[in-house]
């Protein structure tokens, strides 16, 4: 079956690799920002893409706003150029942490974002480990939201003796099942509180059995490392000896990789989900687009 991909900017070379994995025809789009600030792009041989399917391929970090801007342009360029279906992978999908109204007047960011892809045409969404499974209720049917601890945690493994996972708070819970089940390993979960108003968290104390073994916390998303390094700090605490971190999204902004090293946070292990890389002793990047190149060869039907 002939696909095309359709890349972002920011992640085309992981896009240009995904379309090896899918035995898929990758398409150059053409950019330019005009003087006053707004975007252009031009998918180049599109006539190619009339009657076939189409995989739009971008993440949503860094520039969060402008890589949403240039998704909603290329799957309308793909649907213009008269592509049969359009797949948008979304490895990061920005915005999901505002998945309900917390405080009277907020907006519902990630209903927003998820139905301006739907509504502009885009027909199946695949991203990684969203922050709530329910943001994709919002795009209606054909969503995957792939979940790569398994992966994560396997490289881990590595580093540790005896290990537990541990999830930093109840939202991270299933994060921590799904890979403690895969490889047979112990699990828990901390419980964090974060104020709506300032971002502050704290971590409540909780007693869970970590004495003299190894720990793999598992998140969704490192944002300034708040999270992280407080629940560091809560386990060794109570006796672990070594943490190593497993996170889907390590976005790393605010001091983010100093304040994991100050808990004494041993490895930090992410997938590649993002438009940019941290060249740091701490981090190791896993590779996920071999999940994701299976998540879309199903949707597709390509055998
Ligand atoms: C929140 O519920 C998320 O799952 C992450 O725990 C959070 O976004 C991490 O943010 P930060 O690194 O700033 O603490």
Redo the contacts with the bound molecule.
């Keep these: 079956m002939d696909v095309y991909v359709a890349p972002g900017i920011s992640y085309a070379s992981e896009a240009k690799r995904l379309s090896s994995y899918l035995g898929a025809t990758y398409l150059e789009v053409r950019h330019k920002v005009f003087p006053d600030g707004e975007r252009y792009l031009r998918i180049e041989g599109s006539s190619r893409v009339d009657g076939k399917p189409v995989v739009v391929v971008n993440t949503m970090f860094p520039n969060q706003n402008d890589s949403f801007i240039e998704t909603l342009m290329l799957i309308n360029a793909a649907k213009k150029a008269g592509a049969s279906k359009i797949v948008t992978f979304i490895p990061y999908l920005a915005y999901a ?1 505002q998945d309900k109204v917390f405080l009277e007047g907020e907006p519902i960011s990630a209903e927003v974002v998820v139905k301006a892809i739907r509504n502009v045409g885009g027909d199946c969404l695949v991203v990684v480990d969203a ?1 709530s499974e329910k943001v994709l209720r919002f795009f209606g049917t054909c969503t995957v939201n792939l979940l790569v601890f398994d992966k994560l945690v396997e490289k881990a493994l590595q580093h540790t003796n005896n290990p537990v996972i541990i999830a ?2 109840e ?2 819970l299933h994060r921590a099942e799904y890979a403690a089940k895969k490889l047979g390993l112990d699990y828990d979960y901390l419980v964090k509180h974060r104020d709506r108003e300032t971002g502050s ?1 704290r971590i409540e104390p909780k007693e869970i059995s970590v004495k003299e073994r190894d720990v793999i916390i598992v ?10 390094a407080e629940a560091a700090k809560m386990i060794l605490s109570q006796g672990a000896r070594r943490i190593v971190v497993a996170a889907s999204h390590g976005l790393l902004v605010g001091g ?1 990789l100093e304040k994991m090293r100050k808990a004494g946070i041993y490895r930090v292990y992410l997938a590649n989900t993002l438009g940019v890389k941290y060249d740091d002793p701490l981090i190791e990047y896993v590779d996920i687009l071999d999940v994701a190149a299976n998540a879309i060869r199903s949707l597709l039907g390509m055998g």
């Design positions: 942490r922050h930093p708070d939202g991270a968290i998140d969704d998303i490192i944002s300034t490392g708040g999270t992280i983010a």
